[in-house]
């Protein structure tokens, strides 16, 4: 058994979190992240032989968990698109020193999925879900299609016991506001737990702009008018989402204001691409490939090197510095490669 490091970065943030990316294909195009025209027919995804078998993720976490990560979030893409993905978590189940296995998703394919995926040993779930209005999520998805199965599959993750559930709301101003409330009844009444997310200028094909940003002290207030609502404190370092709970004491919402109040500081999380290169930043430029490596023999030891020398020559904070860079020359990842 190898000796336990703690690598902290170069601004003192130590690893706790790893995002892991299981695929770049998804069922949906949302506007905001895969946009129709962009991801059309002829869109050229990772091929299978290009993809981090399940093996080669697993060893990656394993070693991973030797210089901290003690938190595992499956993303994607779309992760229920991946083939036998309840495979993939029970092995990440048996890793010891992990406490928490989460997944991010559409929930298209969750009605099916829910009870594998528990018994395999995912703890919980979020899912994105933008609008309950069918013709505001069938224009967001870019697909079409409208919220019954994302409802079902919420449903029954609920009733396997994948909870609590999260359910992540981008907000886009003029596209979803105004149904923000709605939104929120429906999660008081089934006991979820809704954030709402900054618009974000992730990669550079969603045409980002501020004026489509709702920032979330606007949001908050809209919110309080109709469900009063107090601040909570932080569970611990690293939590991305303010929460606030609503004084009837039915439930609580969170916000996740990654444009208006950057939360750099505290940012533990290390990113692993569908194609196994590893990203320290949300808008990083460019990754690290262990593909390469895992493939020609590294030894558990180098890999530990090679991914604690990423993790100490860290210096992203790219929020904090986002009015100052000049956006539109940045080659940044696209969030459909490297997760939310
Ligand atoms: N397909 C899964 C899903 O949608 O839940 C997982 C991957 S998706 C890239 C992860 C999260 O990123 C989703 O909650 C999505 O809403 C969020 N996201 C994507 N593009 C975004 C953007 N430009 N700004 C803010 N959040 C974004
Ligand atoms: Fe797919 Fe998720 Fe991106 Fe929407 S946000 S296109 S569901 S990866
Ligand atoms: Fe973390 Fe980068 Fe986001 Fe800052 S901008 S919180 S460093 S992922």
């Known amino acids: 058994m190898m000796k336990k ?12 979190d790893l995002r892991i990316s299981v695929t770049d294909r998804c069922n949906f195009r949302c506007t905001y992240c895969m946009p129709a025209e962009i991801f059309g027919e002829r869109y050229e995804f990772l091929p299978k032989e290009k993809l981090l078998s ?9 070693v991973s968990v030797q210089i901290g990560v003690k938190k595992i979030r499956i993303t994607g893409g779309e992760p229920l698109v991946r083939q036998d993905i309840p495979d993939l978590i029970e ?6 020193e992990i406490d928490d296995i989460a997944m991010t998703t559409n ?3 969750l009605e099916k999925f829910a009870q594998d995926l528990k018994d395999a040993g995912l703890n919980r779930i979020t899912v994105s879900l933008d609008s309950l209005d069918d013709d505001v999520f069938q224009k ?3 697909r079409g299609f409208d919220t019954s199965k994302v409802k079902n599959g919420i449903l029954e993750a609920k009733k396997v016991g994948l909870s609590p559930i999260k359910i992540n709301v981008v907000v886009q101003k003029n596209v979803n506001d105004h149904t923000i409330l ?4 429906w999660c008081r009444e089934n006991n979820l737990i809704p954030r709402f997310i900054e618009y974000m200028d992730v990669g550079n094909l969603n045409q980002w702009d501020l004026s489509e940003v709702i920032f979330s002290k606007q949001l908050i207030d809209q919110i309080n008018d109709v469900f009063p609502a107090e601040p909570i404190e932080s569970a611990y370092r690293g939590e991305v989402a303010k929460k606030y709970r609503f004084l009837d004491g039915k439930g609580q919402f969170g916000v996740i204001s990654s444009v208006s109040q950057p939360f750099c500081g505290d940012c533990t999380r290390l990113r692993l691409s569908p194609e196994g290169e590893i990203f320290t930043c949300l808008f ?3 990754g690290l490939d262990l593909r390469s490596s895992l493939r020609s023999g590294v030894s558990d ?3 530990i090197h090679i991914i604690q020398n990423t993790w100490k020559a860290r210096d992203d904070n790219y929020s904090e510095q986002r009015s100052s860079l000049s956006n539109k020359n940045l080659k940044k990842v696209e969030m459909y490669h490297i997760g939310g």
Do not use: H, T
């Open 140 to 142: 967001m998805n870019g």
């Open 91 to 96: 092995m990440l189940a048996g890793i010891d």
């Open 284 to 286: 990083g430029q460019k």
């Open 182 to 185: 709605e939104l929120i009844e």
């Open 54 to 62: 399940f093996e080669e993720i697993y060893r990656i976490a394993k």
């Open 107 to 109: 929930a298209y394919l």
């Open 301 to 303: 030891e180098d890999l």
């Open 5 to 16: 490091i703690n690598p902290v970065d170069q601004f003192n943030r130590p690893l706790r």
